[in-house]
């Protein structure tokens, strides 16, 4: 008790709504120590967030309320703290960092400013801030740091910005650290940085780690505990190992079912077959830089060809320049037969009938102000040869009953769904013009696992039913392994390996592949520190 930091007692959280109170916590308690890990787990809508926000005061009152419970910091209720108090506490003693960075970091001012502003509300002198602003900067793996503490969020990667926030948060050398989701959507290579420099900075500073997650297989790299939540309650505790190995709750035992990467592999289609894609020498310069340098490969009709790569490696490139929303040049993409990259506009317009885009994050890619049956039946709007307008609300309702949701959710905001909901009604978008050809742009990162395997198994039954290809630009190698027909690794804009599944997975030939798979998590603790081990390895033969 004398190391404990921090501890929740029977909270409960409700949200009032013009549909009904929402109990987004129910009766939750847990404490984290002093240079603990403790672990968060469980899907979209388990009151993990929440909880967390609660400790910051950063729920939004009304509508929500704190209807019982305490949250004790060092033995005080900081539910009956004055807002002074509380101030005095939020970003001092207790730092969060968030899931997107460039939702939270500010886009007009230089990442320098807003780490300093944090210190200066905190009483730092103004005359010390900019040193110990390029100090934190240096310290958490940003270069050239006396150089970019003038720069701006949107100049950074996505890897970057998680780094400076970080640094903000540390900037005051905080007792708690809460991180929510910090690694969600970044690249394999770059999750494990975060991850080792978070515990890195752990071991130095003392402060207990809190760790908001849907991944088990961040929860057995950093957690030395885990609380499972479910509906808004605690449903299971235990050590990362406890809780993989000997789940006792069906939820826990349903998660662990829904973790990607084991499944069978699926086998290369035969040869012979046309493919629907072909590109060959495709290349595209900004300024001198090369983004994508003499590309070439094919995808056939039924087939899921997976790009995979780190940040900056010129797989989103690759696939706005084969959908034209960026302009090759030089190289071709032939589509049927047809030239995408020196086709004019009249005919690109008629051939985007047959490409759609399933992009990452459908909370920037579906418009808030549009219902969801406007944004399917958009396009019809676009394509009016496709569907008589009396058609179209029946086809919407179709359309979302084959991706799993209901025909009445039509009348909603993207802003009323979760994450994998939003996702689901971007992939009924992309299938009202039914498609040969669906390009999937780091399409199901941010989701739930049994999310990304329901995303997954409905992708896979859509192909089987309608015979579509997919072009699938992924991080998370476990879901390529499970999903794709063949595997394409990119660096620097280049392909460096290319194969079905099961070369790349069992025997791959580049350091490159090797490094990117031994840097994948496992769910299985056991598992995971032996990758540690043989990562760190590979790493220093590299080098």
């Known amino acids: ?51 967390a926000s609660a400790v910051l005061n950063l729920i939004d009152m009304p509508p929500g309320e704190i209807t019982s419970g305490e949250i004790l910091f060092e033995g ?40 300093a502003e944090t210190m200066t509300a905190h009483g730092v002198d103004n005359s010390q801030t900019r040193a110990k602003t390029v100090e934190l900067l240096e310290r958490v793996g940003i270069p050239d740091a006396a150089t970019k503490v003038d720069a701006y969020p949107h100049q950074f990667s996505g890897g970057q910005r998680q780094r400076i926030m970080i640094a903000m948060a540390l900037a005051l050398k905080p007792d708690i650290l809460i991180a929510d989701e910090p690694t969600t959507a970044l690249d394999v290579t770059v999750q494990a940085q975060i991850l080792a420099l978070l515990e890195e900075l752990q071991e130095e500073t003392g402060m207990g780690l809190l760790l908001i997650t849907h991944d088990l297989g961040v929860v057995a790299e950093v957690a030395d505990r885990v609380v499972v939540m479910n509906s808004g309650q605690i449903v299971e505790t235990g050590t990362s190992s406890e809780v993989y190995h000997n789940p006792t709750h069906p939820y826990t035992k349903k998660l662990i079912a829904a973790i990607p990467g084991s499944g069978e592999m699926a086998k290369e289609l035969g040869p012979g077959i046309k493919p629907i894609l072909e590109i060959s020498g495709l290349t595209k310069h900004y300024g001198a830089f090369a983004a994508l340098d003499n590309v070439s490969l094919t995808v056939l009709p039924g087939e899921s060809v997976a790009i995979v790569g780190e940040s900056g490696s010129g ?20 589509f049927d037969g047809q030239d995408l990259i020196s086709m004019n506009a009249k005919d690109l317009f008629n051939v985007r009938r047959d490409i759609q885009m399933v992009f990452q994050d459908p909370t920037q890619s579906l418009n808030p102000r549009m219902s969801i049956y406007e944004i399917v039946s958009e396009a019809f709007v676009i394509h009016p040869e496709i569907l008589a307008k009396q058609l179209w609300k029946s086809r919407v309702c179709e359309l979302l009953e084959q991706v799993g949701l209901q025909a009445d959710h039509m009348y909603r905001y993207p802003h009323q769904f979760s994450g994998g909901q939003r996702q689901r009604i971007a992939i009924a978008r992309a299938l009202a013009l039914e498609p040969k050809l669906i390009v999937c742009d780091e399409a199901v990162s941010a989701l739930d696992v049994s999310i990304q395997a329901q995303v997954l198994s409905l992708l896979t039954g859509l192909q089987d039913d309608l015979g579509l290809s997919f072009l699938f630009i992924a991080h998370d190698l476990p879901l390529v392994r499970d999903f794709a027909h063949r595997v394409i690794v990119m ?12 070369q790349i997975f069992d025997a791959p030939r580049e350091d490159y592949t090797r490094n990117l798979i031994a840097a994948s998590l496992s769910p299985d603790p056991k598992i995971q520190a032996e990758r540690r081990v043989a990562l760190r390895k590979l790493q220093g033969a590299v080098t």
């Not at 660096?491 to 099961?502: L, M, R, S, T």
């Open 76 to 115: 005080r209720d900081v539910i009956k703290m004055s807002s002074e108090e509380r101030r005095a506490l939020n970003g001092h003693r207790i730092a969060m960092i968030f899931q997107d960075p460039l939702s939270h970091l500010n886009p007009v001012y230089s990442v320098g400013f807003q780490i």
């Open 1 to 51: 008790m004398g190391d404990r930091l921090l501890e929740v007692r029977n909270l409960s959280v409700d949200f009032h709504t013009s549909h009904g109170t929402v109990h987004a916590v129910r009766d939750v308690s847990w404490h984290l120590d002093r240079g603990e890990t403790l672990a968060i787990l469980g899907e979209s809508g388990s009151g993990k967030s929440v909880s």
């Open 491 to 502: 660096q620097n804009g280049k392909i460096v390996e290319q194969g079905p599944v099961a």
């Open 315 to 334: 797989k989103s490139t690759l696939a706005k320049t084969i959908l034209r929303l960026e302009e090759a040049t030089s190289g071709q993409a032939l």
